[in-house]
């Protein structure tokens, strides 16, 4: 549910599609004859009396009313009902024309008189589904477009709890709506302002960002509580409902505000699943795994890092730690935090902490560090790429930089490497075309390795497996020039079509098809 949903769960308007048949998506540019802001007006003989728009102002409904800011809803059933919308207006309120119920005609008529009042009172008209529009004042901006894009992207409710006063060049501040404080702009790298607590409602916040702007940050705020539910930490615990903060990490404005929020709402570290049992935080002895390698975080030793996160005990600096997967011991000497292009070598860490481990080739993702025990914790698991390219070398003289580079990339995650067991040729697979373009440029800079790209036509990777050794081998031989090899080894069958993978899929019943990596 977008701001939209909102919007209408709030003021109560039918989400049926068909009941907004009055206007197609063709004929959006009629309703604005005028770019959307004082279009042409109606003849003046159409334009309603005094009389009877007194005889229609029931469809005017107040519901949200304050000192501060009126939103109406309104749902005309005739151009006799604009004068009394037109009223509302004048008054400074925000009005939510519901149209859904109208004349496809009326509503044109409507729409183009309304966009110039609107226009005459320096306000805004915005279109908000196919038949609701919302008119605001001149105090009030019609605010949304971003968070709308950020629900529509990332399918979740959002809340702002920080809110903008200006932007750009006027920018002033925030407020902050989640501790009810002022924090106004000061254009400084190396200054973070003070909270200034202020009540809105009172003239205090006039003295602080003026009059003019005291009254239109009173409006939007009331609008972001007339359109967003309350913030509630327990839909956010549940991933259902996403704050938004506003500022600029560039200028150091806005971001505390943020790292505080977090602080007081994210969740205490959670048990954590490994395969043999779950691993409770509270435990006292220490267990974690790797979940991230970074390569060439110093380019001049080739050196990489293996971030690992704690799940359970504490962590100490120079203790002896089980590696599962290896099944030896090792001492960590300098482990370390980071804290942006900062990092500090730490002497003991806590469940829910995350260290940056020294690494020369020794860890995978999915690895597990212990006290002794054998436990296996998932990793996170490589989907199926999207795209798939062969990696060929472009410089000869460089095959060893190349190969180095390929694997040390590989390490990190971000793509993935299939060697073609029918003619030995590379292959990296992807989400997206920008992950061979980084490839590229990171092999040339951080390992002064050249590579070209060749297409090829793949559709999907799965990874087989059986519990018949003889189909899984029969198989092997019947698709021998679409199979190859993960860096772990596993069998990878690249299937060039969707058909030849669903023709596959009903020919070898007793073969697993997995896409993902982890199974």
């Known amino acids: 549910m977008c701001m939209i949903d909102g919007l209408r769960n709030v003021l109560g308007i039918n989400q049926d599609p068909e009941a907004d048949s009055y206007v197609d998506d063709n004929e959006e540019d009629d309703i604005f004859p005028g770019g959307g802001q004082g279009g042409s007006p109606a003849p003046e003989e159409a334009y309603p009396t005094q009389e009877t728009a007194k ?100 399918h979740i409710h959002v809340r702002p709890l920080t809110w903008p006063i200006e932007s750009g060049v006027r920018f002033k501040g925030v407020y902050n709506i989640y501790e009810h404080n002022l924090n106004l702009y000061q254009p400084s790298k190396q200054v973070v302002t003070e909270k200034v607590e202020v009540d809105i409602h009172t003239e205090e916040l006039d003295n602080q960002i003026g009059a003019q702007l005291a009254d239109k940050l009173r409006g ?160 996170l698991p490589s989907f199926s790429p999207e795209m798939f390219k062969y990696i060929e070398n472009a410089d000869p003289m460089k095959q060893k930089q190349l190969a180095k580079g390929i694997d040390q990339l590989m390490d990190e995650g971000v793509a993935q490497l299939f060697v073609n067991q029918f003619n030995g040729r590379k292959i990296i697979g992807t989400v997206g075309q920008l992950q061979f373009e980084v490839i590229q440029y990171r092999l040339l800079n951080e390992y002064n390795a050249s590579c070209r790209w060749e297409p090829v036509s793949l559709y999907k990777a799965c990874w087989v497996e059986s519990d018949d050794p003889a189909e899984l081998e029969a198989f092997k031989k019947r698709k021998y020039q679409y199979m190859a090899k993960d860096r772990e080894g596993r069998d990878v069958f690249l299937a060039d079509s969707g058909y030849v993978l669903q023709m596959a899929q009903m020919d070898f019943k007793h073969i697993k098809f997995h896409f993902t990596s982890e199974f």
């Not at 009394?84 to 004349?103: F, G, H, M, P, Y």
């Not at 609107?118 to 001149?138: C, D, L, M, W």
């Not at 970074?294 to 359970?312: L, Q």
């Open 55 to 154: 005889q229609h102002s029931n469809k005017v409904v107040n519901i949200n009313a304050t000192t501060q800011l009126q939103v109406v809803l309104v749902k005309p059933e005739r151009f006799d009902d604009a004068a009394a919308i037109a009223d509302q207006l004048n008054a400074k309120r925000t009005v939510v024309l519901n149209l859904e119920s109208t004349n496809k005609e009326v509503s044109r008529r409507l729409v183009d008189f309304l966009s110039g009042v609107a226009y005459a009172n320096n306000g805004q008209i915005k279109r908000v589904a196919n038949s609701t529009f919302i008119i605001t004042p001149y105090n009030v901006d019609i605010m949304g477009d971003l968070l709308d894009e950020l629900e529509e992207e990332l």
């Open 220 to 379: 939007e705020l009331e609008l972001i509580d007339g359109v967003y539910p309350e913030f509630d930490k327990e839909e956010y615990l549940k991933g259902e409902l996403a704050p938004v903060f506003f500022g600029s990490a560039l200028n150091n404005f806005g971001v505390q505000e943020l790292l505080d929020c977090f602080v007081e709402i994210a969740p205490s570290p959670r048990p954590v699943k490994a395969e043999e049992r779950e691993v409770e935080p509270e435990e006292p002895k220490f267990t974690g795994f790797i979940f991230k390698i970074t390569a060439n975080i110093d380019p001049n030793h080739r050196s990489c890092i293996a971030f690992c996160k704690i799940c359970s005990g504490k962590f100490v600096r120079n203790a002896p730690y089980l590696h599962v997967r290896h099944g030896k011991t090792m001492r960590f000497s300098s482990p370390t935090q980071f804290m942006a292009q900062r990092k500090t070598t730490v002497d003991e860490a806590w469940a829910g902490d995350i260290i940056g481990l020294p690494d020369n080739g020794t860890f995978k993702i999915g690895d597990t560090l212990t006290e002794g025990e054998a436990l296996h914790f998932k990793g």
